[in-house]
């Protein structure tokens, strides 16, 4: 692997609109899921790593499956697909979940999902048929969902219960970097059931990847808002091609150590990946 | 007035939740609303300007209001809250309003207002209500809901059936600066129907103010994104004082001509303000 640390690839499976699974399905699918995941992990282990995939309309099967997919198959953390039948994370019936996450040290990639039907509704309707599919998706809604859905397991005091858990979010944060300040100063005095100012939720339980936004401006902005010890690199391949991804950190204007930080310190340390693999 | 040319204030009649007015009564309404803000103009035209406030629930006549506001009483466009009956201004009823703005030659300032219930109840509920109505409001739920209308009047080719048409944005821009990178990737190949790329569209018909947020990060994406020739300064005024909001874009790094630009010279030319009022 290369100086840069980016040659390691995350593997993870992800879907545009998860259905919900149930429970007994879902139990035995998530395993199987993860067995292959590890079969491919362990055929290029200097490669490869993964997040575990959770049969969360179980939530009880869904710890136990990832303390073992992380003890047993030396997995990193889960990757969750926003909503679960259209709840939050912060819903109490997925603390057995979080408390999983926090104990074996691991966190939760909260990777976009479309928002629910009444939003694309009354939101992204009345324009042609594929302009509002990527329009409530990738191309907007994506974003404005993982971000609410980041923010109200901040206020609903999750990271109070929690207070080891980390989570990572893609796409810059997910819009929520360029308004934090506002966040803060509108949303601390309102949450006053909480113990922290608001900002410093996401300042201490958040990672931020880049997923292949390879644009200077918000990188730039996110550097400023959560520094360069809470950005991992990631490059979304194969949407996005090494190549071009290596270039834009190269070309990025950060110090040898800041550079080090985003291309592999931070991952290596928050994943505990081997820097020697 | 000062050099900086903050002093002069633009009046405009906003609401938090905009109820919709019958047609019957709304003609009048707005027309009394708009004769007392010429008034208190009238008392102070070194100081004051105005937007008009429209009758949408009556498109015709709103724009015959926004014509007689505009030709009779100087007002330099108008300031519209967000939906009107759950519908965006993209709405063919409403082309009369636009077309109007657009032979007069002012802009339309989209002011935030809450999202509809259905996503009120869909994403910000499920929280303590006092934490709801701000997470909906100007914590977050304000500046989605109206980066999603900017977005959609794009979207549905406004601008190609109005190519002289220009709109204002508060809040760096509602989100948009932050990701119109991805935007563009993303939506101009799904937007086959438009003729020019999404980006273009937000860069030739938006100006974007700061509505009193004043740190430093978004200002600056804001600035690499849209440039020097479209930011209009604002204040916000009674939320932020006119000398922090002086003292911002004092200490801001600009240059002399694009910090004159930004506090008086764009506004000076879009509303064809008087500079020796």
């Known amino acids: 692997m290369d100086s840069m640390g980016i040659d390691m690839q995350i593997l993870s499976y992800t879907a545009m609109a998860l259905p919900v699974i149930p429970p007994a399905e879902a139990v035995a699918l998530m395993r199987e899921v993860n067995d292959r995941l590890a079969a491919a992990i362990q055929a290029h282990p200097d490669r490869f790593a993964g997040f ?11 710890a136990r499956e990832l303390e073992r997919t992380v003890s047993k198959l030396g997995f990193k ?42 939003v694309i509704a009354a939101c992204y309707a009345g324009l042609p048929p594929n302009v509002t599919t990527v329009f409530a998706t990738a191309g907007w809604g994506w974003h404005l969902e993982t971000g609410i859905h980041a ?17 990572i979010l893609g796409h810059w944060g997910e819009m929520i970097p360029f308004y934090l300040a506002r966040i803060n100063q509108t949303l601390t005095p309102a949450a006053a059931h909480l113990q922290r100012p608001v900002a410093d939720y996401f300042l201490e339980h958040f990672y931020v990847t880049p997923s292949g936004l390879f644009t ?28 071009q991804a290596r270039a834009f950190l190269e070309q990025a204007p950060l110090s040898p150590a800041d550079r080090e930080k985003i291309a592999h310190g931070n991952a290596e340390r928050l994943l505990k990946l081997n820097p020697s693999a």
Not at 53 to 62: G, I, N, Q, V
Not at 154 to 159: K, P
Not at 231 to 237: A, G, N, Q, R
């Open 52 to 62: 575990a995939t959770l049969p969360l309309t179980d939530p009880e099967a869904a």
């Open 216 to 243: 200077l401006p918000p990188f730039l902005l996110t550097l400023q808002i959560v520094g360069a010890d809470r950005i991992l690199y990631s490059v979304d391949y194969p949407y996005v091609q090494d190549r």
């Open 151 to 167: 923010l109200h397991l901040i206020l609903s005091g999750v990271f109070d219960r929690h207070p080891r858990l980390q989570m």
């Open 77 to 118: 953390g889960a990757m969750i697909n926003g909503r679960v039948g259209g709840l939050f994370l912060d819903d109490p019936r997925f603390r057995p979940v979080l408390e999983a996450a926090e104990a074996l040290e691991v966190p939760i990639y909260l990777h976009p999902a479309p928002p629910p039907e009444p």
